[in-house]
Every structure is written in C-alpha cells, then in structure tokens.
C-alpha cells in the first residue's frame, strides 16, 4: 500500500491569467499546476483543491508508484522484459555474437557493459520487422495504401500519419500485446482517409476494430510502463 500523500505539503505553481475557471494538473514530473483567473484568492484556489483533493492525490500516488517502476529497472540477469506482451527474462550467455529471442532473451555477454543500448537497438529492428509486417496485412485486408512506414523514438505519441501517407510508429510498442499493436496500426491507417479525430475517424476505426476503446484504455493506463530504462 502505498501512503496517501498530503497535497498540502508536496506545493503546487500557481499561474495566473485572462482565463475564467481553476484548472489543476499533475506533470509528469510530479508537481501540481493550478492555472487560474487575475482575481482569484488563495482562499479559491484552496477551496477548488479540496474539493478535488481525491483526483489530486490519485495523481500523485500514480506519480510515486511510476518513479518506484522505474527505479526498479535494471539489466541483470533475470530482468523480466516484454515482447508482444510477453514476459520474457533476460539472460546472458557467451556463445552469441546477436541477441536471440528464445523462452528467454539471449544476449551476448559482451553486451552487458552496452546496456540498455544494445538491447534497444535490437528492440527498434524488431519493432521495424514486426510492424511493418502487420501494417502490410491490415493495409491489405482492409484497402489501405501507406507510402512509407518509420520507427521512430517520439516520447509523446504512439503512431502517427503524414499528409503524404507516411506511417511512424513509436519502438516502444512492440512491448505491448499484439492487439494493442493491431489497433495502433488500424488508427493510422484510418488515418490515411480521415486526417482528424472526428465522429467519423473513430466510426470507422471501430468498426474495423470494435473494441478499440479497451485497447485504447490499456496504452493510456499502462503506456509509460512501456520502456527499458
Ligand atoms: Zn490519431
């Protein structure tokens, strides 16, 4: 169980602006925003956070339990990592020259001074291989034509769709499982017939993947998890 934070003591930045209302926000690095009007007191301000005093302390705590993740990563033998989904444990072994994926992930113990780098090398290559297969297929299936297809490092997003049809795809997907990588895929292709998030665009992506909202959920509340290091 993790403690309840106090929102008293973690401090927050206050902005204040030409806006009407009190919003509140949690960055990703930890602290708490208030944007707020001219002509609010400190006694508004405290009030509104009262009132929000559960949201807040959701936020932190997911804040604290993150930082927790990510300390706890680290690259020695038997560190779990995910592939497609999977939970696979890493091991070094001195008879390879390539990480191999096997019932676990191989990889050559000259590597271990390299790490992460080595391994999120053979993470994008793999991620290329593997996306670009399926994007091939349900390009195919469903009648969607893409000019070029990228894996990129982009922290902020997942996938994304150029005005020439290009698709780009964040490596870090190929941690995920297959069918949060499918509707990954299916969202940029719908892409390349509606540029926008309208009714429309979302009509159509969940008619080719109906529960696309589930998988959607999944990215958003499991997304940040998603890395090596
Ligand atoms: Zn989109």
Not at 12 to 41: E, F, M, Q, W
Not at 77 to 90: D, F, Q, S, T
Not at 207 to 228: A, F, H, M, S
Request: hydrophobic share 35%.
């Amino acid at each position: 169980m993790t403690k309840k934070s106090n929102i008293f003591e973690t401090g927050y930045k206050l902005t204040k602006s030409n806006r009407k209302t009190i919003s509140l926000s949690v960055s990703k690095d930890g602290k708490l925003y208030i944007k707020a009007p001219h002509v609010c007191t400190i006694e508004d301000i405290v009030t509104v956070m009262i009132k929000n005093r559960d949201w807040i302390e959701k936020k932190l705590i997911e804040f604290e339990e993150l930082k927790k993740y990510k300390e706890s990563l680290h690259f020695e033998e038997g560190r779990e990592v995910y592939i497609c989904g999977l939970k696979l444990p890493i091991r070094y072994v001195d008879s390879i020259n390539e990480i191999r994926r096997e019932e676990a992930l191989l990889i050559p113990f000259k590597f271990k001074r390299k790490m992460p780098e080595k391994l999120e090398e053979w993470y994008k290559k793999e991620a290329f291989n593997y996306i670009s297969h399926k994007t091939e297929k349900l390009a195919k299936q469903y009648g969607y034509q893409y000019t070029s297809i990228k894996v990129t490092n982009a922290k902020q997003r997942w996938g994304s769709c150029s005005v020439k049809g290009s698709l780009c795809f964040n490596w870090r997907l190929l941690m995920a499982p297959t069918e949060v990588i499918d509707y990954v895929i299916i969202h940029e292709l719908v892409h390349l017939e509606i540029k926008n998030h309208s009714k429309c665009f979302w009509d159509k992506v969940e008619e080719l993947c109906p529960d696309y909202k589930v998988k959607r959920r999944w990215l958003k509340e499991n997304g940040e998890r998603l890395i090596l290091s």
